[in-house]
Nanobody, 122 residues
């Protein structure tokens, strides 16, 4: 499965941005799609995940209540709606696929998109 992320850009603090991740290839109900982010010099951190079959979402505490993850099965696409953005949300955002159904352990994700930069200005 190949993943391609879209939607990054420059946004003011308090604003919103929606990221998309299109997947080519078959995604099964047992798989999990996730979003991670990385700031230069820091480790890639988990942001949110969604179970492909049930749509059950999971969020890191830092984004809970502000970000919403969703998937559109017919389009093989996962979305990350980001609201009330803060400067500390600035990062390169990556989408990823876990065939093992992992939620937040990045080592359990085996397909990664190319990343899209989100910059939140204060």
């Amino acid at each position: 499965v190949q993943l391609q992320a879209f939607g990054g850009g420059l946004v003011q603090a308090g604003g919103s941005q929606r990221l998309s991740c299109a997947a080519s290839g078959r995604i099964f109900s047992s798989h999990v799609m996730g979003w991670f982010r990385q700031v230069s010099g820091k480790e890639r951190e988990w942001v949110s995940s969604i179970r492909w079959g049930t749509g059950g979402p999971y969020y890191a505490d830092s984004v809970k209540g502000r970000f919403t993850i969703a998937r559109e099965k017919s389009e093989n696409t996962v979305y990350l709606q980001m609201n009330s953005l803060k400067p500390e949300d600035t990062a390169v955002y990556y989408c990823a696929l876990s065939r093992r159904g992992a939620i937040s352990d990045r080592d359990e994700y085996d397909s990664w998109g190319q990343g899209t930069l989100v910059t939140v200005s204060s």
